[in-house]
């Protein structure tokens, strides 16, 4: 009796193993999930953003780093665009992908306090791209979230840590 029981709780814990394996998998193109229904709160940030940075969210079945990019191509070049007004530098940050979820050109980070426009410089190969500046709670010297358009724009990895420069625009 004892047997059956202990095999029965193997069997049981043993069955819900299949899911482990999907975290371990190596897709060739890994599936984020895009929520349907966006809070309140997501909403009104990407209202507030400026238009230039701005974008859509992805649609819903959205799995690769290309169809979660809803910026324009006109937005693209102008974000690349270089400086046309000096910019007041904010420091160094080091940047990892944020919410791939979340539209448009932008960055969260404690070099900020309240949101502003700004452009943010790749210190590995010099690209930059104007961005949103978002506020985000901690220490000067904590790390930032970076979007994907604009971690793609200044031709960062989407899986590695990045250096950036921080400047405000204008």
Same mark, same amino acid.
Request: glycine content about 6%.
């Given at each position: 009796m004892k047997k059956i029981v202990v095999s029965g709780v193997l069997v049981a814990l043993l069955s819900g193993c299949s899911t482990v394996g999907g975290f371990l998998r190596k897709d060739p193109a890994p599936a984020v999930e895009a929520d349907a229904a966006l809070p309140p709160a997501a909403e009104v940030e990407t209202a507030a953003l400026a238009p230039a940075t701005a974008a859509p969210p992805p649609p819903t079945a959205a799995r690769t780093a290309d169809a979660?990019? &809803? @910026?324009? =191509?006109? *937005?693209? $070049?102008? $974000?690349? $665009? =270089?400086? *046309? /007004? =000096? /910019? #007041?530098?904010?420091?160094? &940050?080091?940047?990892?992908?944020?919410? =791939? &979820?979340?539209?448009?050109?932008?960055? #969260? @980070?404690?070099?900020? #306090? @309240?949101?502003? *426009?700004g452009r943010v410089t790749n210190l590995a190969n010099g690209k930059s791209s104007l961005v949103t500046l978002l506020p985000l709670d901690g220490p000067a010297t904590a790390g930032s979230r970076m979007s994907l358009p604009a971690l793609r724009l200044i031709g960062a990895s989407l899986t590695d840590l990045t250096e950036v420069e921080v400047a405000l625009e204008g």
């Open positions: 979660l990019d &809803t @910026t324009t =191509p006109e *937005q693209r $070049a102008a $974000a690349v $665009a =270089p400086a *046309q /007004s =000096p /910019s #007041k530098n904010l420091g160094k &940050t080091v940047v990892s992908l944020g919410s =791939p &979820t979340e539209p448009g050109l932008w960055v #969260k @980070t404690p070099l900020v #306090k @309240t949101e502003s *426009q």
